[in-house]
Antibody, heavy 120, light 112 residues
Framework: QVQLQQSGPGLVKPSQTLSLTCAIS??????????WNWIRQSPSRGLEWLGR?????????NYVVSVKSRITINADTSKNQLSLQLNSVTPEDTAVYYC??????????WGQGTLVTVSS | QPALTQPASVSGSPGQSITISCTGT?????????VSWYQQYSGKAPKLMIY???KRPSGVSNRFSGSKSGNTASLTISGLQAEDEADYYC????????????FGGGTKLIVL
C-alpha cells in the first residue's frame, strides 16, 4: 500500500518561497513505472496539476506552463521523498497542496494535503 | 478556468442512478482513453474511482462505472447511497501544452 506523508509550513509570506516535502512509503521515488506529482486545489482555480518528476534511466520533469518559471520538483532517493519549491509566491498561490503518485494512465495515490496560505 | 467542463451539481434519491458528464476537447478526452474520476469528501484528498475511462481500482464498488463518447466522458453511479454524497472530479491526460494532467471543475452530488 502506497502512502504519502506531506510536511511543510502552512504560512508563507508574499515574494518568498513555498517549500513542501512528501515522504513516500510502499514504493520508490526512483521507480521505473511511477511518476511523482504536485497538485494544488483552491476555490478559485479548482484542482490544478503543477508538475511531476520521474526516473527512466535518468530524471525527467514536466511543469505546467503557468508556474514553469517559478517551480522546482526534486526527488531525494536517500530519503525516498519528493519536494516542491515554488518561488515568488503571491496570495493567488494560497491553496491546498497535494503530492500524488501516477502510473502510466492515472493519478492513483494522494497525500493528505497541506493548506498553504500566502499572507504577510 | 478548468480545462474540462462538468455540471456544478447533480442530485438523486437513494436507489436511483445519476450520470455526471465531463466535456473536453480533441486534445484531451477525444484523443486519449486516459480519463479518470475522483471522489472527494470535504477536507479529504481525492480518491481514484475510475481510470482509463472505464476501469475500477480494486475495492471500488461496481455501482460506479465510466464511459466515453467523443470529447465527453461520463461517470454513472447506480443504486445511490447516502455515502455517495461528495464532490466528483474528472481528469484527463493532454498534450495541448506538452505533458499535463487537466481536471474538471468538480460536481457536487447531492443525495436527496
Amino acid at each position: 500500500q502506497v502512502q504519502l506523508q506531506q510536511s511543510g509550513p502552512g504560512l508563507v509570506k508574499p515574494s518568498q518561497t513555498l517549500s513542501l516535502t512528501c515522504a513516500i512509503s510502499g514504493d520508490s521515488v526512483s521507480s521505473n513505472s511511477a511518476a511523482w506529482n504536485w497538485i494544488r486545489q483552491s476555490p478559485s482555480r479548482g484542482l490544478e496539476w503543477l508538475g511531476r518528476t520521474y526516473y527512466r534511466s535518468k530524471w525527467y520533469n514536466n511543469y505546467v506552463v503557468s508556474v514553469k518559471s517559478r517551480i522546482t520538483i526534486n526527488a531525494d532517493t536517500s530519503k525516498n521523498q519528493l519536494s516542491l519549491q515554488l518561488n515568488s509566491v503571491t496570495p493567488e498561490d494560497t491553496a491546498v497542496y497535494y503530492c500524488a503518485r501516477s502510473g502510466e494512465t492515472s493519478i492513483d495515490y494522494w497525500g493528505q494535503g497541506t493548506l498553504v496560505t500566502v499572507s504577510s | 478556468q478548468p480545462a474540462l467542463t462538468q455540471p456544478a451539481s447533480v442530485s438523486g434519491s437513494p436507489g436511483q442512478s445519476i450520470t455526471i458528464s465531463c466535456t473536453g476537447t480533441s486534445s484531451d478526452i477525444g484523443s486519449y482513453n486516459l480519463v479518470s474520476w475522483y471522489q472527494q469528501y470535504s477536507g479529504k484528498a481525492p480518491k481514484l474511482m475510475i481510470y482509463e475511462g472505464t476501469k475500477r481500482p480494486s475495492g471500488v464498488s461496481n455501482r460506479f462505472s465510466g464511459s466515453k463518447s467523443g470529447n465527453t466522458a461520463s461517470l454513472t453511479i447506480s443504486g445511490l447511497q447516502a455515502e455517495d454524497e461528495a464532490d466528483y472530479y474528472c481528469c484527463s491526460y493532454t498534450t495541448a501544452s506538452g505533458f499535463e494532467w487537466v481536471f474538471g471543475g468538480g460536481t457536487k452530488l447531492i443525495v436527496l
